[in-house]
Structure formats: C-alpha cells, structure tokens
C-alpha cells in the first residue's frame, strides 16, 4: 500500500499554530517508526517568500538547496531534525506557472484549460511526487491560509479529491480551530469552531480530528458540545491548550491519544507503542523547557536588528539561542533591539549585556546603528556574534573605527564609499530584480586550522547555508589582517569570505552563512553555543578588551 497522507487545515484566523500541530503530528508518527516528512502549502501568489517582508510574514527560512521558503519549514526541520527541499514549500504561483507551462507546450492537447481539473492535478501531482519519490510512509501537508479563503480553494480542494481518490483510510484530516475563553463570560466558547468546521463541511471536507487552541485545557462539556455541532467523535476532540514550549504539543496530542487512533485507522495498530525514541526526545524537551534554565547562569544577550517590531522575524535565530543555551548550561536572556535606535547611543543601549548578536538583514535602513553596536562591541570587549548583514557591517566598523579607514562602506548601502570593504564581487550581477538573485543554500567552508572558528566547529571543514548577495571586498583582507582581524573560513576556492574574527578579544566572530538554520533541539550550531558561553561568561557587564581566544566546545 502506498503512502499516507495527513492534511491540516485551518479556520477561524491566521496565527492559530498549525504549523506547530502539523509538526507535532509528524514527531509522533516518527517517534512511532514511521518514515515521515511535511509539507507546507501557501496560498499566496508570490512564487516562493525570498520578497516578503519578514515582519509582516515572519523570517524566510532557507533550505538545503536554496529554498526561500515559509517559516513553517523551519518548523519541521527543528521537530524531525531532517532537512526539508525546497519542493516541500508549494505556492499557487509555482502551481499556475507549471500548468501555464504546460499550456503553452501544448501538454494539454487542446483542452480549455480550468482550475478542475488542471490545477488540482498539479497539485496532488506534486503531493504523491513528494511521497512516492521519498519512499514515505506518512506525509503531513499543512495547508496555509484559512479555510473560506477564495486563495486556499483549489488547494483544499485538491485536498478533497486526494481522499476520494486514496480511499479513507489513506488520508486523514486534522483541523486546527480556536475556542476563545472570555472572562467576562467564563467559559470556553465554542461558536468559532463550529462555524470553522460548517465552512470546512460545506467545500466537501469532514475532519477526523480536530485540534482546538484554548488558552487552558478543554472541559470535557466543551469538547462534549463541539463533537455534537462538528460530527467528530469527542475522544478525536483535541484540546492544543497553551505550553511553556511549543515542544511540550507532542506530548499533549500523544496523551490524547493520537497516535494510535491514527495508526489504526491506517492499518498500522501493531506500531502504535514501538516509539523507542521518546525518551531522547524527552531530555530534548525538558532542557528546553522555561524552568529547567532558572538556576543557570545568565548570558544576557542584545540582538540588534532591523525587524524587531516581530519576534518571528529572526524566529530561527531565537531558536538556536535558546539551543545553545541548553547545551552550555546557561539562561539565555533576550532582548530585541531596534538597530535605528542605536546609532550614536550604542554604549549607553548596550552597557549591562553580555552578549550583542547581530542577525541578517538588507538595505540602508538602521545600518548605522548596527556599525555603531559592532564598534562598540570591539572598544569594550563584548562578546559579539555577526550573522550574514552582522558579518559585513562587523567588516566596516573594524575598518572605520580600528584601520582608520572613515570612508569605509558597504556598497548596498554606500555606492560610492571611498573604501568599498563589502561590495558585489566581479561577475556577480548588479541588475535585474530582487527575487531570485541572491546566493543561497548550502556550500562547504574550509576553516583555517589552528584558528578560533576550528576550535568552536572542531573541524576544518563545515557545511553553511547562505542568504545573501554581498561579499567582502578581498583586496582589503591583507589590510584587515594586519590590523587584527583574520578572515578565517573561506568558500568558493578560497575566492569567498565566510568568516571572520579578532583574537584579541574574548570573543568577537562575524560569519556571513546563517548557522541559525543549521541548529536543532538538542543538537546546537556550534558558534551559538560558543557565543552563548562567551556571553554568559561575561556576565551582565563588559569584560576589557584582552588575549583570551574564543572558547572552545567540550
């Protein structure tokens, strides 16, 4: 028999937490041996979400190959510690553009092209392609957008031919709805999910389970009332109440007895207590947990950066903080601040942490700030981390404020800068449109032996993923090593600079890949885990300036 399929699907609003129900879902078949991978469907007409604005739509994350891809996928990189391509992430502009495709090839021999079939095809087309191609014996879709949506119709629609087609007990439908407690009134409301699941009920789709969001665990009245509105047996009504970690869903869902409903109803009841991995997966969870980090010793960090307003902006990067400080013994303190804020105030701003992170970004918008945080993580000796735009910018504060170099720049933000130090490199294009031209995915790294970024990797040889389209000027490197900065990683036969630091300090590291996307649970990215360290060892205040080397990693 083929492969199953989990579909989730959505009402009531955006922001409800499918992504965390579908990758909890897929944890738990994976803890129960199965071989399980997601998909993430978005709605949208942008072809993939490398344009979109990420405090409006949160962090891009990127893939393996290059993907530009919805958070989601992050998501269930960080749950099933596997990487997801690319094609796990389906837009409606990559569906149309197929069919438009095969339109114009003639692949339709003549047919007045439709939405059903044409497009429904494409996409259940894309779907088994996934399964079958990866040898899966479950597939979770998560399918975005809400249901009522006029974007999401030919998806669930799909959706709803794929259960004809495979037969009930290869699909199974799990929505995600939203039962609102309301204290004036004192009791969990249950009009929203009814109504979700009418809607959901009237395009032809009947959810097996339904997962209900609710700020404290549902009654069992509740449960009761919305099995007898929404034609789902009470014990398939599951409470996703609010957890100190979305981690802890797992475990919620598995105690309401997902899990085996699912496998039976698949045919699979003899696998439904073979999951020998949960107890791995429970140290995982339990490090991460609120309270298990609140006799740790502080590393309070200041991450500066230019979408703050939205904590999803830099979600992985918050993720691999927190990674890291389970795996260094230390309570990770975050605050966000707004690097527009920060220019000319940076040491007033920054005094108290013992960390400063500076995450990607693009465009002239707050540079300034961020140059000032780096140059004042260098003059005082703050442990500092650069992540892509905070590698470059890292580059211009050294030349400007330790080289002497006042007209040093960025081109992006400076085309004509006197000492253009980060720059497009020869036969990179500088014209054409923004989608789609920048480097990405992953590369291999050649680390320089002996020197502090060998000693935090334990290896001369790592593998990086990449968001970017600027790159240090080379012609200036000689210049910077001997004003103290060493360029330590390179790419691309030696050509590209990936990584930077100045022994000097106690820890100051700037690396142009996005190590954020490489860090699991249970499993940090190694330059994290030694800024963590580095920051914690600091403590609240600024250590001076000294020899001390980066830290190594036990």
Same mark, same amino acid.
């Given at each position: 028999?083929?492969?199953?399929y989990?579909?989730?699907t959505?009402g009531v609003?955006?922001?409800?937490g499918?992504?965390?129900?579908?990758?909890?879902?897929?944890?738990l078949?994976?803890?129960s041996n199965?071989?399980?991978? $997601?998909?993430?469907?978005?709605p949208?007409l942008n072809?993939?979400a490398?344009?979109?604005?990420?405090?409006a739509?949160?962090?891009v994350?990127?893939?393996?190959?290059?993907?530009e891809c919805?958070?989601?996928?992050g998501?269930?990189?960080?749950?099933l510690?596997?990487?997801m391509?690319?094609?796990?992430n389906i837009?409606t502009?990559?569906?149309?553009s197929s069919?438009i495709?095969?339109?114009?090839g003639g692949g339709?021999l003549g047919a $007045?092209?439709q939405?059903?079939?044409h497009?429904t095809?494409?996409?259940?087309?894309?779907l088994?392609?996934?399964?079958g191609?990866?040898?899966?014996d479950t597939?979770?879709? %998560? $399918?975005g957008?809400?249901? /009522?949506?006029? %974007?999401?119709?030919p998806f669930?629609e799909?959706?709803?031919?794929?259960?004809?087609e495979?037969?009930?007990?290869? @699909?199974a439908?799990?929505?995600v709805?939203?039962?609102?407690?309301?204290?004036?009134?004192g009791?969990q409301?249950?009009?929203p999910?009814?109504h979700?699941?009418q %809607?959901?009920r009237?395009?032809?789709i009947?959810p097996?389970?339904l997962?209900?969001? $609710?700020? !404290?665990?549902l009654?069992e009245k509740?449960?009761?009332?919305?099995a007898?509105?929404?034609?789902?047996a009470?014990?398939? @009504?599951l409470s996703c109440?609010?957890?100190?970690?979305?981690?802890? @869903?797992?475990?919620?869902?598995y105690?309401?007895?997902?899990v /085996?409903?699912l496998?039976?109803?698949?045919g699979?009841?003899?696998l439904v207590d073979?999951?020998?991995g949960?107890?791995g997966?429970?140290?995982?969870?339990?490090s991460?947990a609120?309270?298990?980090?609140?006799?740790?010793?502080p590393a309070?960090?200041?991450m500066?950066?230019?979408?703050v307003?939205?904590a999803?902006s830099?979600?992985?990067?918050?993720?691999?903080?927190?990674?890291?400080?389970a795996a260094a013994g230390a309570?990770v303190e975050i605050?966000?601040?707004?690097?527009e804020?920060?220019?000319?105030?940076?040491a007033e701003?920054?005094?108290?942490?013992?960390?400063?992170l500076?995450?990607?970004g693009?465009?002239?918008?707050?540079?300034?700030?961020?140059?000032?945080? !780096?140059?004042?993580?260098?003059?005082?000796?703050?442990?500092?981390?650069?992540?892509?735009?905070?590698?470059?910018?890292?580059?211009?504060?050294?030349?400007?404020?330790e080289l002497?170099?006042?007209?040093?720049?960025?081109t992006?933000?400076?085309?004509?800068a006197?000492?253009?130090?980060v720059?497009l490199?020869?036969g990179q294009?500088?014209?054409g449109g923004?989608?789609?031209?920048?480097?990405?995915?992953?590369?291999?790294?050649?680390?320089e032996?002996?020197s502090g970024? !060998?000693?935090?990797?334990g290896?001369?040889?790592?593998?990086r993923?990449?968001r970017h389209?600027?790159?240090?000027?080379?012609s200036?490197?000689r210049?910077?090593?001997?004003?103290g900065?060493?360029?330590?990683?390179?790419s691309?036969?030696?050509r590209?600079?990936?990584?930077?630091?100045?022994?000097s300090?106690?820890?100051?590291?700037?690396?142009?890949y996005?190590?954020e996307?490489?860090?699991?649970?249970?499993?940090?990215?190694?330059a994290?885990e030694?800024f963590?360290r580095?920051?914690a060892?600091?403590?609240?205040?600024?250590?001076?300036?000294g020899?001390?080397?980066?830290? %190594?990693?036990?």
């Amino acid at each position: 028999m083929g492969a199953r399929y989990v579909f989730v699907t959505g009402g009531v609003m955006s922001g409800l937490g499918k992504g965390v129900v579908a990758s909890s879902v897929a944890k738990l078949l994976q803890l129960s041996n199965q071989k399980v991978s $997601c998909v993430k469907i978005d709605p949208y007409l942008n072809y993939d979400a490398g344009t979109m604005n990420p405090v409006a739509h949160g962090e891009v994350f990127v893939t393996e190959d290059g993907g530009e891809c919805d958070m989601d996928i992050g998501n269930y990189e960080r749950f099933l510690n596997q990487d997801m391509p690319r094609s796990h992430n389906i837009t409606t502009a990559q569906v149309y553009s197929s069919v438009i495709e095969a339109e114009r090839g003639g692949g339709y021999l003549g047919a $007045c092209v439709q939405i059903i079939p044409h497009v429904t095809d494409e996409i259940k087309s894309r779907l088994r392609g996934i399964a079958g191609g990866e040898g899966l014996d479950t597939l979770v879709v %998560e $399918c975005g957008g809400t249901v /009522g949506d006029i %974007e999401s119709l030919p998806f669930l629609e799909a959706l709803r031919q794929m259960r004809a087609e495979e037969g009930p007990r290869s @699909v199974a439908f799990v929505h995600v709805t939203l039962a609102p407690s309301l204290e004036v009134v004192g009791e969990q409301k249950t009009k929203p999910t009814q109504h979700s699941v009418q %809607e959901l009920r009237r395009i032809g789709i009947q959810p097996d389970y339904l997962a209900v969001r $609710c700020t !404290a665990p549902l009654e069992e009245k509740t449960k009761e009332k919305i099995a007898l509105f929404s034609n789902v047996a009470r014990q398939d @009504v599951l409470s996703c109440h609010d957890a100190p970690t979305i981690f802890q @869903v797992p475990q919620i869902l598995y105690d309401q007895g997902i899990v /085996g409903s699912l496998l039976t109803k698949f045919g699979k009841v003899g696998l439904v207590d073979s999951a020998a991995g949960w107890d791995g997966w429970n140290r995982i969870v339990g490090s991460l947990a609120p309270g298990a980090g609140e006799r740790r010793p502080p590393a309070r960090i200041a991450m500066v950066g230019k979408y703050v307003s939205l904590a999803d902006s830099y979600v992985s990067v918050n993720h691999a903080l927190e990674h890291a400080g389970a795996a260094a013994g230390a309570r990770v303190e975050i605050d966000w601040l707004d690097s527009e804020a920060l220019e000319g105030r940076a040491a007033e701003a920054l005094s108290g942490y013992g960390g400063v992170l500076v995450p990607g970004g693009f465009g002239t918008r707050g540079a300034g700030g961020i140059i000032s945080a !780096a140059a004042h993580a260098l003059a005082s000796g703050i442990p500092y981390l650069g992540i892509c735009f905070g590698f470059q910018l890292a580059a211009v504060a050294f030349a400007r404020h330790e080289l002497g170099m006042g007209g040093a720049g960025s081109t992006e933000m400076e085309p004509d800068a006197a000492d253009p130090v980060v720059c497009l490199l020869p036969g990179q294009a500088a014209g054409g449109g923004t989608g789609g031209t920048l480097r990405l995915g992953a590369c291999d790294i050649e680390l320089e032996g002996g020197s502090g970024a !060998a000693r935090v990797y334990g290896s001369t040889s790592i593998r990086r993923r990449h968001r970017h389209r600027y790159e240090f000027n080379n012609s200036y490197a000689r210049r910077f090593a001997e004003g103290g900065m060493r360029f330590t990683g390179r790419s691309g036969g030696g050509r590209l600079m990936e990584v930077l630091e100045v022994p000097s300090r106690r820890f100051f590291m700037g690396v142009q890949y996005h190590p954020e996307f490489s860090s699991r649970p249970g499993f940090p990215e190694k330059a994290f885990e030694a800024f963590v360290r580095a920051a914690a060892a600091a403590g609240g205040g600024a250590p001076a300036p000294g020899a001390q080397p980066i830290p %190594e990693i036990s």
